[in-house]
């Protein structure tokens, strides 16, 4: 298959279609593909730089994204008009992302502009500022999330460290907004 202009940095399988597969190369472009007939069937080309992470919700109707420019691009693959672009993390190192179970929201983890690592929630409904911000510590090492749906933990792994961090996700938050 052939359509990015630069070299492919993620791909990611469609969680509830088959045969669909999104991609995203070093120029900003995410294209979604039909494997069996080998074409491109959405150009989505607006998105600022070279991506750090992409990731589908639980059913597969919205895509996200972190770029390098830190931006985080949430769009919906069969309306890419609607697309929602909001600034990620003020930090310069490598930012992840995790969708939470079947809701509308995602959770960040990136570096403040001090240093801090930080986790931050947004609401795609309300996309432009995040419902909460949070520091974790200090911890310098990159690190990858993923967000266990059935035991509602979000798991954190450090690159070059032996151990993975577990953080229980409640709603105790100010009207009910998730915190760790």
């Not at 279609?17 to 959405?42: H, N, P, R």
């Not at 190192?93 to 947004?122: F, P």
């Not at 996700?169 to 760790?180: A, F, R, W």
Request: some cysteine; glycine content about 6%.
């Amino acid at each position: 298959m052939r359509g990015h202009a630069k070299k492919v940095i993620l791909m990611k399988w469609h969680p509830t279609a088959e045969f669909t597969l999104a991609s995203m190369g070093m120029e900003g472009a995410i294209k979604i593909w039909d494997v069996q007939s080998e074409s491109s069937k959405i150009n989505y080309d607006q998105v600022a730089g070279s991506p750090w992470v992409m990731r589908w919700n639980h059913d597969g109707s919205m895509l996200g994204c972190i770029t390098k420019e830190k931006k985080m691009t949430v769009l919906d693959p069969r309306n890419t008009e609607s697309a929602m672009v909001t600034q990620a993390h003020e930090g310069s190192k490598r930012q992840s992302m995790a969708w939470i179970g079947s809701t509308n929201q995602i959770i960040t983890h990136g570096w403040s502009s001090y240093n801090e690592r930080q986790y931050a929630v947004y609401d795609t409904r309300n996309f432009d500022t995040p419902i909460t911000v949070k520091k974790l510590d200090t911890n310098t090492q990159q690190a990858w999330i993923h967000y266990d749906e059935s035991t509602r933990v979000l798991f954190t792994v450090n690159k070059g460290h032996p151990v993975t961090h577990m953080h229980f996700l409640h709603e105790s938050g100010p009207e009910g907004t998730p915190v760790l």
